[in-house]
């Protein structure tokens, strides 16, 4: 219930129009005279936050919610809430120009919300180059007639949102969440999803770690990291969202199952890349203090279910950067163009004599043809298990030696193999074989 003050005034007549009603009654005004009515119920004490727990981007051809929140809102107070009269709602580009929210999206996201509907139109993309994401003003203006007493009445209340350009539909697998903190060349910190194009952040050199090593980064390791700092450019970004994130050290890096970040291995003492998902407690996560990489130990790891905004990068010339003062990988792949993901490899079959499983690579959709492979062996139809050592992504051969991988397929045992090609980042659909190891 809102909390009047002396000098606060209520007029029924402005109630009226609040309500769109033309009749001046507090049962008018309610919708209904079976419980006692009171002025105060469809008062405010405030016009608060907009947006303040929506998300910030996106995603070109998708859209959004955004709600307005009221400070000690009364019990009637949805009678003047849920009409779309009472509240200016604009979206404007910053810096001027046609605004990239298409404007026949501006609808009420339902009665009694006090939410609008924003949606992202489709970003042409000239030569298929991927545009930034571009900034843009939400704002809202509340003005009833009735609650000119509350704080912030008829002033704009506004929310920066992005409208993004995004052709990754698996993107899911590689990013950070959208506020991780990023340490640029200046030893300014900003945001993941406030970076553009073109900014210089803080990299590091790594003793055999080739410059490009996109697509190889994961099978490096050393005993000596051999650091030397380096800048890197941001070439681009890619914005995704993802229902599940790892939370390694209560939120000192939070990302997707695939994200890379440089440890020392509890298992082997060496130093190498290892995706979230298969980082364990004992792992040592490798920061930068004053220039220097010290060892920071992995003592927890979480996997938290939630609808959350991700965002990857691809940087150069070398492949890393910093989150959280951590060296991560970039992944690669993310220079994504107008594209469709791979189809799925072709010709899949098992020697048995020289135990091995082969495949035809699928014909590449981009310009760099297919960069690697994911595969899973299993005895389990939904692969829930494997029979490997776990090396099982970023493979770039066409051939797999079972033995090789530590898998032994004994005779009597169906045994399930998927595997799927990956072009420019873009993971395309799974070509899949069963075995049976009875049968010549």
């Given amino acids: ?10 007029s029924l007549n402005n109630l009226a129009t609040a309500t769109d009603n033309s009749t001046k009654s507090m049962g008018t005004a309610a919708g209904s005279t079976s419980t006692p009515i009171s002025m105060s119920a469809f008062a405010i004490d405030s016009v608060g936050t907009l947006g303040a727990s929506d998300f910030t981007y996106v995603v070109e051809s998708t859209s959004e919610d955004y709600t307005l929140a009221f400070g000690n809102e009364g019990g009637r107070f949805d009678k003047i809430k849920n009409l779309k009269r009472n509240f200016d709602w604009s979206v404007t580009k ?8 298409t404007s026949a999206s501006y609808s009420q996201a339902g009665a009694g919300s006090g939410s609008i509907t924003i949606t992202a139109g489709d970003m042409s993309n000239a030569g298929g180059a991927l545009i930034g994401a571009t900034a843009h003003t939400l704002s809202v203006t509340f003005a009833d007639g009735f609650n000119d007493h509350a704080t912030n009445y008829n002033s704009a209340r506004t929310k920066a949102v992005y409208s993004v350009d995004s052709y990754d539909g698996n993107a899911s697998a590689l990013c950070l969440v959208a506020d991780s903190p990023i340490e640029k060349a200046d030893g300014t910190i900003v945001e993941i999803g406030d970076l553009s194009e073109g900014d210089e952040l803080k990299g590091y050199a790594l003793a055999g770690l080739s410059e490009d090593s996109d697509v190889d980064f994961l099978e490096w390791s050393t005993d000596t990291l051999g650091e030397t700092q380096k800048n890197v450019r941001v070439v681009n970004i890619t914005y995704s969202f993802s229902n599940k994130i790892y939370n390694i050290n209560n939120g000192e890096v939070k990302g997707t199952h695939e994200h890379p970040m440089l440890v020392k291995d509890t298992n082997d003492g060496l130093y190498k890349f290892k995706q979230l998902l298969t980082i364990e407690v004992g792992d040592k996560l490798l920061k930068s203090v004053g220039g220097s990489l010290v060892e920071v130990d992995v003592t927890s790891i979480v996997l938290e279910s939630q609808d959350i905004e991700i965002v990857a990068l691809d940087v150069e010339e070398q492949d890393t950067y910093l989150v959280n003062g951590y060296v991560t990988h970039n992944k690669g792949g993310n220079s994504h163009t107008d594209l469709a993901a791979p189809g799925a490899p072709q010709n899949i079959g098992y020697d048995g004599e020289a135990g091995t499983i082969a495949w035809q690579a699928p014909s590449s959709v981009g310009t760099t043809g297919i960069t690697a492979y994911d595969w899973r062996i299993s005895e389990d139809s939904d692969f829930s298990t494997s029979i490997t050592n776990g090396d099982e992504t970023e493979w770039s051969a066409t ?17 399930y193999f998927r595997v799927r090609a990956i072009d420019q980042g873009l993971a395309g659909t799974y070509g899949t074989l069963t075995i049976e190891t009875d049968v010549p």
């Fill in 1 to 10: 219930m809102a909390t009047l003050e002396a000098g606060d005034t209520l």
């Fill in 94 to 101: 910053d810096g001027g120009g046609s605004s990239l929210f």
């Fill in 399 to 415: 051939t797999i030696n079972l033995a090789g991988q530590g898998a032994t397929l004994n005779l009597g045992t169906t045994y």
